[in-house]
T-cell receptor
Framework: AQSVSQHNHHVILSEAASLELGCNYS??????LFWYVQYPGQHLQLLLK??????LVKGIKGFEAEFIKSKFSFNLRKPSVQWSDTAEYFC?????????????FGTGTRLLVSP | DAGITQSPRHKVTETGTPVTLRCHQT?????MYWYRQDPGHGLRLIHY???????DKGEVSDGYSVSRSKTEDFLLTLESATSSQTSVYFC???????????????FGPGTRLTVL
């Protein structure tokens, strides 16, 4: 079965610091990759997605992620975080062996940005 | 935001009572999903639907049933609620893109369920 690992469960940064959140998945075939963000008390919103093509994808609010197939990784980055980026971040994968019908989520990373 | 509503938004119930949560979409998307979110577990798929009256189990389906009689509505039922089903429940929808590859999922606002 597919699995998604997010190794950083809690991250605390000061404003203007750079961010990198790790995401690794287990499936070896064709995958679609996603990062979602959940602000306190809200539902999940899509930050960015990778289906194919350029492995460096840019999303909303200055976030980007790089798909490295050889490492089964899709790490999320932002060069300079803001207090408003405080949220929980989820990596998710869907795979060709399920017809891309199901998303498998990581356990999430809570980011706290101090002003 | 995608047109997804969930009702109720909050519910407190007692162990052993039946509970039904409703997800309603206005996007005419084919696929609908129910997840539960618990600390330390992320989101886990309960059941999903790939069309009217077509449903399948997810990874945590025990104790839950679903029904989809119309494209726009997907119901989640807890036949006899237990304290372990205290959670936040999210509905999601998705559809195929023009290439036929599955698109991203859009999430509803969530239902916070407490089983005493």
């Amino acid at each position: 079965a597919q699995s998604v690992s997010q190794h950083n469960h809690h991250v605390i940064l000061s404003e203007a610091a750079s961010l990198e959140l790790g995401c690794n998945y287990s499936y070896g075939g064709t995958v679609n990759l996603f990062w979602y963000v959940q602000y306190p008390g809200q539902h999940l919103q899509l930050l960015l997605k990778y289906f194919s093509g350029d492995p460096l994808v840019k999303g909303i609010k200055g976030f980007e992620a790089e798909f490295i197939k050889s490492k089964f990784s899709f790490n999320l980055r932002k060069p300079s975080v803001q207090w408003s980026d405080t949220a929980e971040y989820f990596c998710a994968v869907n795979a060709g062996n399920t017809g891309f019908q199901k998303l498998v989520f990581g356990t999430g990373t809570r980011l706290l940005v101090s002003p | 935001d995608a047109g997804i509503t969930q009702s109720p938004r909050h519910k407190v119930t007692e162990t052993g009572t039946p509970v039904t949560l409703r997800c309603h979409q206005t996007e005419n998307h084919r696929y609908m999903y129910w997840y539960r979110q618990d600390p330390g577990h992320g989101l886990r798929l309960i059941h999903y639907s790939y069309g009217v009256k077509d449903t399948d189990k997810g990874e945590v389906s025990d104790g839950y049933s679903v029904s989809r009689s119309k494209t726009e509505d997907f119901l989640l039922t807890l036949e006899s609620a237990t304290s372990s089903q205290t959670s936040v429940y999210f509905c999601a929808i998705s559809d195929r893109t023009g290439t036929g590859v599955k698109g991203e999922q859009f999430f509803g606002p969530g239902t916070r369920l407490t089983v005493l």
